[in-house]
């Protein structure tokens, strides 16, 4: 089953900051928080992960609460394109395994 | 560098047949692994495969079976089909040895049996 919790669906204005959230309450130390997208018809894509410190690449931040029980994905300028289901995931960096993926959050971008 | 490709897009096969499905993996990647993902649900990983052996596996009957080449291309089998194995079967491909944020997926077979 999946480590974590996210809300079933969002919506964001065009242009807007969009601001997902993921709960992981049973995150070990050793276990990263990894964002992964899925635009329609398409194989998820990786975006950003991170272990405790905030991360930023020219996609999107991430946001890691200091008891690292929570975690926001903010997509700073939102567009069409970004409608997708975001999934948030928990592993440890560079182990051979599975992704496990939850339900996600789907995002839809309006104009 | 190319990413995963997989065949074909779609298709449609009668239960209890067996159905083929092929990957391309990465360029540089050595490791490939097959999600199930039906309508509405996140992917559900089947298996992986990395130097041509079945290192990981979830929880899927013995009927999907795979294969890896030394190219590193892989294939899902999937014999006496059933309803239920309708959906869209994912690869990802990634280097073992390195992080893990390179999982690289492709578009997907879509499968629907009737």
């Known amino acids: 089953d999946a480590k974590t919790t996210q809300p079933t669906s969002m919506d964001c204005a065009e242009g807007r900051a969009a601001n997902l959230p993921c709960n992981h309450s049973?995150?070990?130390?050793?276990?990263?928080v990894y964002w992964y997208r899925q635009i329609h018809s398409q194989g998820p894509q990786y975006i950003i992960h991170?272990?405790?410190n905030n991360e930023t690449n020219e996609m999107a931040s991430l946001i890691i609460t200091e008891d690292r029980k929570s975690s926001t994905l903010i997509l700073p300028h939102a567009t069409l394109r970004d409608t997708a289901v975001y999934y948030c995931i928990v592993r440890v960096e560079g182990s051979q395994g599975n992704l496990i993926f939850g339900k996600g959050t789907k995002l839809s971008v309006k104009p | 560098e190319t990413g995963v490709t997989q065949s074909p897009t779609h298709l449609i096969k009668t239960r209890g047949q067996q159905v083929t499905l092929r990957c391309s993996s990465q360029s540089g990647h050595n490791t490939v692994s097959w999600y199930q993902q039906a309508l509405g649900q996140g992917p559900q990983f089947i298996f992986q495969?990395?130097?041509?052996?079945?290192?990981g596996r979830g929880n899927f009957p013995p009927r999907f079976s795979g294969l890896q080449f030394p190219n590193y291309s892989s294939e899902l089998n999937v014999n006496a089909l059933e309803l239920d194995d309708s959906a869209l079967y994912l690869c990802?491909?990634?280097?073992?040895?390195?992080?893990?944020?390179?999982?690289?997926f492709g578009s997907g077979t879509r499968l629907t049996v009737v």
């Open positions: 991170g272990l405790k």
């Open positions: 495969y990395y130097r041509e052996e079945e290192n």
């Open positions: 990802a491909s990634s280097r073992t040895g390195r992080a893990n944020y390179g999982y690289t």
């Open positions: 049973t995150i070990s130390g050793n276990e990263y």
